[in-house]
């Protein structure tokens, strides 16, 4: 069975940065696309960012694009999540999914248990 355990999130000021951490159990992780996922209070989880499993091609939502980061460490099972610039709108529940056909976004094999990101102003 495959699980996956985020880590790195937190409390942080308006503008600043976190990294948060998906560790990935199993072998199979080279040969998943990645991406982490937000659902802030009282909407509906959205996708945030993606890695295709070679790790050579990215996607974005618009709102993140240009301040956050995702890229992935094979060697490590692992999958990271760069957040910069943050605002108080990005705050959200993190989720880390695996397994989802590129540009499929909603069809995920797997989820992480999440982690809580808050941006204060």
């Known amino acids: 069975q495959v699980q996956l355990v985020e880590s790195g999130g937190g409390l942080v000021q308006a503008g600043g940065s976190l990294r948060l951490s998906c560790a990935v159990s199993g072998r199979a992780f080279s040969s998943y696309n990645m991406g982490w996922y937000r659902q802030a209070p009282g909407k509906e989880r959205q996708f945030a960012a993606g890695?295709?499993?070679?790790?050579?091609?990215?996607a974005y939502a618009d709102s993140v694009k240009g301040r956050f980061i995702i890229s992935r460490d094979n060697a490590k099972n692992t999958v990271y999540l760069q957040m910069n610039s943050l605002k108080p709108e990005d705050t959200a529940v993190y989720y880390c999914?695996?397994?989802?056909?590129?540009?499929?976004?909603?069809?995920?094999?797997?989820w992480g248990q999440g982690t809580q990101v808050t941006v204060s102003s």
């Open positions: 890695i295709m499993w070679s790790g050579d091609t990215t």
């Open positions: 999914a695996a397994r989802f056909a590129w540009g499929v976004w909603y069809n995920v094999g797997y």
